[in-house]
């Protein structure tokens, strides 16, 4: 009797669904294991979703388009110095310009704002001499209102052009025909030195030499 019973218990564990409600046991356990319950350190360890990205990735790199519109935006926004009276070209059709440098720029403001003089304007003039061949000397001068009127305007010579800086300064630089064709592409520049302070003409594209004073320079034939 005893023996019927165990085969009857035995027969109904081995029926097909207690069979199927064991191997879904069996592929659940895996499954609870490894994703509800991690492992004991891995509390330790950062998660590699949370760390943040280090370098940029491609898609947040600029293009190169937006880096050229940059740099085109940059260059724009250059200081510039434009002549405002009188602009002259040479013999090949090219504009002759020059430049007024940052410190020379503040310094010419400051002694406009010292002599209260807003037309004041520093010329420059190239002659022969020197121990290189060619000099320029330097002065203030006043210029009349500009554009001159023609009352005033025999203060300005007829190959004068008058040059000023785009920052607000009001500073300017008047050169006449034969010292801008010698001084074209240079910039005017103000030197701070224990020995003294001056303006200078500085970076001369046309200069072969120059002597230690900076005022005296050689050009190509």
């Known amino acids: 009797m005893a023996t019927r019973s165990l085969s009857r218990t035995c027969s109904q564990l081995a029926s097909p669904q207690t069979a199927c409600a064991a191997r879904a046991f069996i592929q659940l356990a895996p499954r609870r294991f490894h994703h509800a319950t991690p492992p004991p350190l891995d509390f330790l360890l950062p998660s590699l979703s949370q760390?943040?990205?280090?370098?940029?990735?491609?898609?947040?790199?600029?293009?190169?388009?937006?880096?050229?519109?940059?740099?085109?935006f940059t260059s724009s926004t250059r200081r510039q110095t434009s002549a405002i009276y009188n602009p002259?070209?040479?013999?090949?059709g090219?504009?002759?310009?020059?430049d007024i440098t940052p410190r020379a720029s503040n310094?010419?403001?400051?002694?406009?704002?010292?002599?209260?003089n807003p037309d004041l304007a520093l010329r420059f003039q190239v002659t022969s001499g020197g121990c290189h061949g060619f000099q320029y000397t330097m002065e203030l001068t006043t210029l009349p209102s500009l554009p001159p009127n023609p009352e005033?305007?025999?203060?300005?010579n007829e190959d004068d052009t008058v040059f000023m800086a785009d920052d607000g300064s009001g500073a300017k630089v008047v050169?006449?025909?034969?010292s801008l064709e010698l001084l074209k592409g240079s910039k005017v520049d103000f030197s701070m030195e224990l020995i003294g302070s001056?303006?200078?003409?500085?970076?001369?594209?046309?200069?072969?030499?120059s002597c230690g004073c900076g005022?005296?320079?050689?050009?190509a034939d």
């Open 152 to 156: 005033t305007k025999s203060q300005l």
């Open 88 to 92: 002259q070209k040479d013999e090949d």
């Open 175 to 178: 050169m006449n025909a034969d």
């Open 94 to 98: 090219n504009l002759m310009k020059i």
């Open 107 to 116: 310094r010419l403001k400051q002694i406009m704002a010292k002599d209260e």
């Open 51 to 72: 760390t943040p990205h280090l370098y940029p990735s491609i898609r947040d790199r600029p293009s190169r388009a937006q880096m050229q519109a940059k740099r085109s």
């Open 198 to 209: 001056q303006f200078l003409i500085a970076d001369n594209p046309r200069a072969t030499s």
């Open 215 to 219: 005022t005296s320079f050689a050009v």
